[in-house]
């Protein structure tokens, strides 16, 4: 499945959020989807969002013992605590 035209929609973006990045677009698509984002708020704040999310997870993945940050969402918290207790069984 590949991204094909001009104009991404907020369906598009999210869709390739992963290849976004890790930098896997190529740099006319790339741009793109820059310019979505400097003009759509809410894929704007989702980034944010995932973006944080992958970094509490990996903190916790380094560090499980360590004391969770000020201000994580408990349903985060719980989220992310089963999903490590899946990926051990």
């Given amino acids: ?8 929609t907020c369906k598009q973006f999210i869709a390739f959020l992963d290849e976004y990045l890790v930098e896997a677009l190529g740099p ?21 969002s995932y973006r944080s999310s992958i970094e509490l997870a990996n903190l916790v993945s380094r ?3 360590d004391a969770v940050p000020v201000g994580v969402p ?6 992310i605590l089963a999903a490590r207790g899946r990926a051990k069984t």
């Fill in 1 to 8: 499945m590949g991204y094909e035209g001009r104009h991404v």
């Fill in 28 to 48: 006319d698509v790339r741009q793109e989807f820059d310019a979505h984002i400097a003009h759509c708020a809410v894929c704007l704040r989702y980034l944010q």
């Fill in 63 to 65: 560090h499980p013992d």
């Fill in 74 to 79: 408990a349903e985060l918290l719980r989220a």
